[in-house]
């Protein structure tokens, strides 16, 4: 199994400079590169300060900058809020500035907040029709003179100009869920992402089934699987209990993000109370402590190969989590330094 760092910038207090916030963001890549991870991945949002990240495709050719050997991936691409000549073209420019290192995970996406502002009246059925016409006309237009009549889209021969350094184009992951999405991405050749979130390990096996199951009605080469988990490794069992707390506190405005009930102001959606989170007992302390990957280095390998057995291909560290530079720099030091030479 290999690993990778999913990483944003985000922004809690508007006391926080954003060039500060850069700075640790590359920081946290450099340290995955140095570290010899597969894969850098971030993905794209507008308007939120909880996830900076409204072009991951400039952003990983800033990274292509600071670092030397990761591959670099958007994880996520919205597919709805781009044009499928666009977005091929743009992904094979960048492709060729960093010198063939772009993957591209590609995704419906997720905040009815941000469909509310870039495409008002879409909902998650459209957004999903949406991705699956547009993410295999990308290897097409690569190739060179597609044309296309479609749902959403129609267009003469287009070839995408520039044309990607890597031959057969960016590898394409596909962020899967249901068993059709995971049926969609298998079958046109494509990789696949999921993302469990905080149902813990029974998602985690369920995901690996529906993968399975696909890859049993496909005759191509099997695809990749990459698992994305909040990952938080501890100094010890009181410092894991903190972690914990923080990812518990930072799933509630995950949570509110995504009903998008409460008022924003300036990026920064109204703060949850301290009574708020209590009351919500999904998002406890202790049912995160059980279905999230955290725990001192031991524990956390011992998870990690759980994750092997069942046949996922990549483990991607996600760290974003509401907790300072200095906490996250020192959980991804010891995945780095205690976890992974227990996988090489």
């Not at 100009?161 to 049926?183: C, L, M, T, V």
Request: charged share 20%; aromatic share 10%.
């Amino acid at each position: 199994m290999e690993f990778s760092l999913f990483v944003h910038m985000e922004r809690l207090g508007s006391d926080e400079p954003q060039e500060k916030l850069q700075e640790e963001f590359i920081a946290l890549c450099k340290m995955a590169d140095d570290a010899g991870m597969r894969a850098i991945w971030t993905g794209e949002h507008h308007g939120m300060d909880f996830t900076i990240a409204p072009n991951p495709l400039m952003t990983l050719v800033n990274l292509a900058h600071h670092t030397k050997n990761v591959r670099l991936g958007t994880g996520t691409i919205v597919a709805p809020f781009w044009h499928p000549i666009k977005l091929a073209g743009e992904a094979a420019s960048a492709d060729l500035m960093t010198g063939g290192r772009i993957e591209l995970g590609v995704a419906r996406g997720a905040y009815s907040y941000e469909y509310e502002r870039l495409m008002p009246g879409l909902d998650a059925w459209e957004a999903g029709q949406r991705m699956r016409e547009i993410a295999p006309l990308l290897p097409k237009l690569w190739q060179g003179d597609c044309a296309h009549e479609g749902e959403f889209f129609s267009f003469p021969p287009t070839t995408s100009a520039p044309k990607p350094a890597q031959s057969d184009g960016p590898p394409i992951w596909i962020a899967a869920r249901d068993p059709n999405s995971h049926e969609f991405g298998v079958h046109n050749g494509f990789n696949i992402q999921v993302t469990p979130l905080w149902q813990g390990m029974a998602e985690i096996e369920t995901l690996m089934g529906r993968f399975n199951d696909a890859c049993a009605t496909y005759d191509g080469p099997r695809p990749k699987i990459m698992l994305l988990h909040h990952t938080y490794v501890a100094a010890d069992a009181e410092d894991a209990e903190l972690g914990a707390q923080q990812l518990s506190r930072f799933y509630n405005y995950f949570g509110a993000w995504f009903q998008n009930k409460r008022p924003v102001q300036q990026g920064q959606i109204a703060e949850i109370s301290d009574d708020e989170i209590a009351a919500n007992q999904m998002m406890s302390k202790e049912n995160l402590a059980l279905d999230l990957t955290i725990g001192t280095a031991a524990s956390v390998t011992d998870r990690l190969r759980r994750y092997e057995d069942l046949g996922y291909d990549e483990y991607s560290f996600w760290i974003d989590s509401g907790m300072s530079f200095e906490r996250k720099k020192a959980s991804l030091a010891r995945f780095i330094d205690d976890v992974m030479p227990q996988f090489q």
